[in-house]
């Protein structure tokens, strides 16, 4: 089993920074590609950005330039550093991570999900 705990969410005030943490916890034998997300009240989820075991990453266009993801392997974590908020960033922020077991099955389709942080941006 696996757990996935989010830490860092907050209210801001418009241009201001929040840094969001994520750890994963359990019967982990590797994580390939880490990632946030987030959901606006009414709207989809989205992809924000995500990195891959190697350090590749991927931004949505509306945060490129104002967030940076970043990980650390040896302790199972994800971050999404939040410079220059807007309150159109104003969501719900979920981590989450493809994780496989010690017989390369995964431990959840779809990848695993964090519980969600709430971030919001006033302007």
């Known amino acids: 089993q696996v757990h996935m705990v989010e830490s860092g969410g907050g209210s801001v005030q418009a241009g201001g920074s929040l840094r969001l943490s994520c750890a994963a916890s359990?019967?982990?034998?590797?994580?390939?590609?880490m990632g946030w997300y987030r959901q606006a009240p009414g709207k989809q989820r989205e992809l924000v950005a995500r990195?891959?075991?190697?350090?590749?990453?991927l931004y949505a266009a509306s945060v490129k330039g104002r967030f940076t993801i970043t990980r650390v392997n040896a302790n199972n974590t994800v971050f999404l550093q939040m410079n220059n908020l807007k309150s159109g960033d104003t969501a719900v922020y979920y981590c989450?991570?493809?994780?496989?077991?010690?017989?390369?099955?995964?431990?959840?389709?779809?990848?695993?999900w964090g519980q969600g942080t709430q971030v919001t941006v006033s302007s």
């Open positions: 989450n991570a493809d994780i496989y077991n010690a017989g390369y099955q995964k431990a959840c389709e779809g990848g695993c």
């Open positions: 359990g019967t982990i034998f590797s994580i390939n590609a």
């Open positions: 990195i891959t075991s190697g350090g590749n990453t």
